[in-house]
């Protein structure tokens, strides 16, 4: 049976939020929390204005020798988007591809740039690698590119080194101090990282005791081929060509549907997308390794911008009032919660931002000492390219990179 034409309104969501849409930035503006210093990035999207950021070291910088890998895929063309458009001091960008890729040319702010065919040896020439690649790949080649005095930074966006030990797992206002004197760097999960940035003030201020957290994940978070799927498998119900969607890249049609299932089923029951919201919240925020986090995810129909909704328990009592003000002052977050005008966080309206969006704040009635909220963010952005770029501006900050002669 053909679903109602109603529901096209999906194509025009799906179809309006491609994965290159441009976005701002707009100079970075700086708060703190209590306790562990936080590293305030440069060029934040603000909505509202806050004291200017005193980040020298970056104006100071060498230009710096940049390497992408995987920079066609959809994290790597964010990664090149967000260099473009802060103030990295980039002197001279690379680009590395597979020999399907190679010897083509990529139009950037920082001219035409040719794929070259990837090779340790030509990465290690590199001062920092940004690899937008999969977890086999970075296994293979991560530490041998970072290796010794003479070997480059390297940011690794895949989950191949999040839960080793000694390697530094990052989202940087709260963790930067942890890359110091480091080479391999990992970023986080897209969902987790989105989750800390509105988590971490709040337990800074009120100390977390056990969070639960359900997520509504976008299409976008397996990839461009993903948001092809849902796309794709959106116009051909609609135009009545296929009541059921195909699928290829989700475990079921996405189209019209939510799937309760992101990576492989664990045996407790949690999916490994689910656990690691658990393992990651645990490493980066310096918690108990038996610290209670709880999460279950969703595959939505939505193209591009993750949500999740958050039920935080907390050692000491909660003031709405004091979250609010501690969340407006966050680096990265932007509070949009103001139901009156039915204003509050949405993919929509998150899709291409830098700051996560934190809304329908409210004391929750099930729990005591306990706060509930929604969040969305931009998971090609702050879960992923930004996140990585912003944690190469805190090493330069901190002496972890430096340009060399």
């Not at 020298?56 to 230009?63: E, G, H, I, V, Y």
Request: with cysteine; aromatic share 6%.
């Amino acid at each position: 049976m053909r679903l109602p034409i109603a529901a096209g309104a999906l194509v025009a969501i799906a179809t309006s939020l491609s994965p290159t849409q441009a976005f701002t930035a707009s100079p970075s503006l700086s708060s703190s929390f209590t306790s562990r210093r936080s590293y305030v990035p440069r060029n934040v999207h603000r909505s509202q204005p806050r004291r200017a950021s005193t980040i020298s070291s970056l104006q100071m910088s060498a230009d710096l020798k940049v390497g992408v890998v995987g920079a066609t895929g959809a994290v790597g063309k964010e990664i090149v988007g967000c260099l473009e458009k802060r103030s990295f001091p980039v002197g001279n960008l690379r680009i590395f591809g597979s020999e399907r890729s190679a010897g083509k040319e990529v139009e950037t702010k920082f001219g035409a740039v040719t794929v070259e065919l990837f090779s340790e040896d030509s990465a290690r020439e590199c001062d920092v690698v940004f690899l937008a690649v999969d977890g086999d790949f970075s296994l293979a080649h991560a530490e041998n590119i970072c290796a010794g005095d003479d070997g480059a930074v390297v940011i690794d966006n895949s989950s191949a080194f999040r839960f080793t030990d000694g390697i530094p797992l990052v989202v940087p206002e709260i963790n930067a101090e942890t890359t110091k004197g480091k080479k391999l760097i990992a970023n986080p999960n897209c969902t987790t990282a989105i989750g800390l940035m509105a988590v971490w003030p709040l337990h800074k201020l009120f100390g977390l005791k056990k969070m639960v957290m359900s997520t509504y994940q976008a299409a976008s978070g397996a990839g461009q081929p993903g948001m092809d799927e849902l796309v794709d498998g959106t116009k051909a119900v609609l135009s009545g060509e296929r009541d059921v969607a195909e699928n290829k890249i989700f475990a079921h049609p996405l189209p019209f549907n939510v799937i309760p299932h992101i990576d492989k089923f664990q045996e407790n029951g949690y999916t490994k997308e689910e656990m690691k919201v658990t393992w990651e919240t645990r490493k980066i925020c310096g918690l108990g390794d038996d610290f209670p986090v709880s999460c279950t995810a969703v595959r939505i129909p939505t193209s591009r911008a993750h949500s999740e909704s958050i039920v935080a328990l907390f050692d000491k009592p909660v003031d709405v009032a004091a979250a609010r003000k501690t969340l407006e002052e966050a680096p990265g977050v932007k509070l949009v919660d103001n139901p009156d005008k039915l204003e509050y966080p949405m993919p929509l309206t998150a899709t291409g931002q830098y700051d996560i969006e934190v809304g329908r704040l409210r004391e929750n009635i099930a729990f005591d000492n306990a706060l509930e909220f929604f969040v969305c963010g931009d998971q090609l952005l702050r879960g992923a390219a930004l996140n990585a770029v912003i944690v190469a501006e805190a090493m330069l900050d901190n002496g972890a990179l430096v340009g060399s002669s």
